[in-house]
């Protein structure tokens, strides 16, 4: 591994590409593309969790385990330290995979050659590129000016995602991501009918401005990168409540793509 252990590989043998965030250049490209494709095809632009998140050198690793438990490698074992049960691996952590679906991010993800859902405790946002995280492969190769211009930033507050849980009784029992760009191919969700309105996707269940979930370990994953945390969202309620707010996610949805309701019932 060049002399290198895990973590332990300098910066300057990496590129930059953005504030705490190194990758191989091999891995970088192949990033690269997948946040074109995303963007070309969804008009979804994914970006690296903010912190140490591509690269993670070892002095960070310690400092996250002690943070996050479980939750990060113990220092040394990290697959963000470029090596991984004995093979060079760049892993990414994706704050946004959730906005694209599961069944989108991981497609586009493996036509770039990254290895998904491979970490115990699961982590559907850590992806890892087992190829020459070196060589960016040709077709990968960055053309300087292709990187399309962030979305516009109007409506910020508004477009960010939500988490919320449906508490039954004194449990919660479903948990929901929102966002106007989730299930923007199915019609408006009215409250009065479910399957019509909906897909499954891996875990989830797709409406039209939200998904949900009885899946614990999904939720936490929501929470944790929309809600800073399991346990810390965005709201509470009870079934009427939550429905309410199914409803308001799945109009927006529809107005900003100029959708019409549709009333199935
Ligand atoms: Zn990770």
């Known amino acids: 591994m060049g002399g290198y252990t895990n973590g332990r590989f300098p910066l300057s043998m990496m590129v930059k590409l953005g504030d705490q965030h190194y990758l191989p250049a091999g891995t970088a490209a192949r990033w690269r593309w997948v946040q074109r494709a995303a963007w070309e095809k969804y008009r979804v632009w994914l970006i690296i969790t903010p912190g140490w998140n591509g690269y993670r050198p070892y002095d960070i690793q310690v400092e996250y385990r002690k943070d ?32 694209l679906g599961w069944a989108r991010f991981k497609a586009l993800c493996r036509l770039a050659g990254f290895t998904v859902d491979f970490v115990s405790p699961q ?9 020459d995280i070196w060589t960016p492969p040709s077709w990968a190769a960055p053309t300087g000016t292709t990187t399309p ?14 988490v919320h ?3 039954d009784g004194r449990t919660e029992g479903e948990w929901m991501l929102g966002h106007p760009d989730i299930g923007t191919d ?10 019509k309105n909906s897909r499954k996707d891996g875990k989830a269940v797709v409406f039209r401005g939200f ?5 614990k370990a999904t939720y936490i994953a929501w929470a944790r990168i929309y809600a800073k945390g399991a ?15 199914q409803r308001e996610l ?3 949805s529809g107005e900003l793509a100029g959708a019409t309701s549709i009333n199935l019932s």
């Open 68 to 99: 996050l438990g479980i939750w990060a490698a113990v220092p040394g074992y990290s697959s963000h330290g470029l090596i991984y049960k004995g093979r060079l691996c760049a892993a990414i952590d994706v704050a946004n995979w959730a906005v």
């Open 123 to 131: 982590e559907l946002w850590h992806i890892g590129d087992f190829n």
């Open 149 to 162: 211009a962030e979305p516009e930033e109007e409506d910020e507050d508004m477009l960010k995602p939500t």
């Open 165 to 167: 849980a449906r508490i």
């Open 186 to 195: 199915l019609p408006v969700f009215t409250g009065t009918v479910t399957d």
């Open 211 to 215: 998904m949900v979930t009885t899946d």
């Open 231 to 245: 346990g810390n969202i965005t709201s509470s309620t009870d079934r009427a409540g939550y429905l309410a707010i």
């Open 250 to 252: 799945s109009r927006i």
